[in-house]
């Protein structure tokens, strides 16, 4: 064997002590960077810069921001990574108004509630004040904000009224409810059970009819219309049947629908 071949022992030490040296030094610095990270995320936590400073709030239209906020038991200065954002949001759900709410964080400091409300049925008017009535029937006339959407507004109903007129009203096409003006209720002298709906069309004309009845069959409202003269104005009478009461003429008309009636069955029936 060549001479030129041989490292003794004495040359390998040092190099042996420098590698240990240089993985010993990594080691180091390895636990002392976890360390420090610990340390600062110790330090960022017990900071100011931790806690919530804005809460924002999306999707209401009727229920106050501040409402909202202090439903969710959420509160600026608080720890914004110690909060329970789902039971905060169950919280603001329990309001009846709330169909669905969620909480998120948002960097740095921020937290968004998002909520999604009822859909409004119309308003009732108690002096100058405007309140809403809500899809299931209720007045909302508490921690409201002034916003006005495009629904009816209604007179003559109570509460009781206006909940079982929620119930016969929610299966309205859209496209027909927002035609709606006004909906008023015509009390019977001799009987409260005959009470009448009167609704106010944007068209001009008016409709009228028990609300068990008339809503049935509100779907077929610009069928009806198309068989009226045009420039005619008048009473649209709901009921078993469908009749016509001209303003200008001073007469009774029967409307025809049965054949649209018949082919959305058969529609259905597919």
């Given amino acids: 064997m060549s001479d030129k071949n041989i490292v003794s022992i004495e040359d390998r030490i040092p190099k042996l002590k420098q590698a240990r040296k240089k993985k010993a030094n990594r080691r180091l610095i390895f636990y002392l ?36 906020i202090d439903e969710s038991g959420l509160t600026e200065g608080s720890n914004i990574w110690s909060m329970n954002a789902s039971s905060a949001a169950l919280k603001i759900e329990d309001d009846p108004v709330i169909e669905q709410a969620s909480i998120t964080r948002s960097f740095p400091r921020t937290v968004v509630i998002e909520v999604e409300e009822q859909p409004v049925l119309g308003y ?16 909302i006339q508490q921690n409201a904000q002034d916003s006005l959407s495009n629904a009816p507004l209604m007179a003559g109903f109570n509460e009781e009224q206006l909940t079982e007129l929620a119930g016969e009203m929610k299966d309205v096409r859209p496209s027909i409810f927002n035609m709606i003006s006004e909906v008023e209720r015509n009390d019977s002298d001799t009987d409260e059970k005959a009470s009448l709906i009167t609704l106010y069309m944007s068209d001009g004309y008016l409709v009228q009819g028990k609300a068990d009845q008339m809503f049935d069959k509100l779907d077929y409202y610009p069928s009806i219309v198309s068989q009226l003269e045009e420039g005619d104005s008048g ?13 200008q003429k001073d007469e009774m008309e029967e409307v025809d629908i049965e054949d649209d009636m018949e082919e959305d069955e058969e529609t259905g029936n597919e």
């Fill in 124 to 139: 009732i008017q108690e002096g100058r004040e405007y309140y809403p009535v809500l899809a299931d029937g209720q007045v």
């Fill in 33 to 68: 960077s976890i360390f420090f990270f610990l340390i600062a995320i110790i330090v960022y936590l017990q900071s100011p810069l931790s806690e919530i400073r804005s809460i924002e709030v999306n999707g209401n239209i009727f229920l106050t921001d501040e409402y909202i």
């Fill in 235 to 247: 009473i649209i009478h709901i009921g078993v049947g469908v009749y016509f009461e001209s303003f």
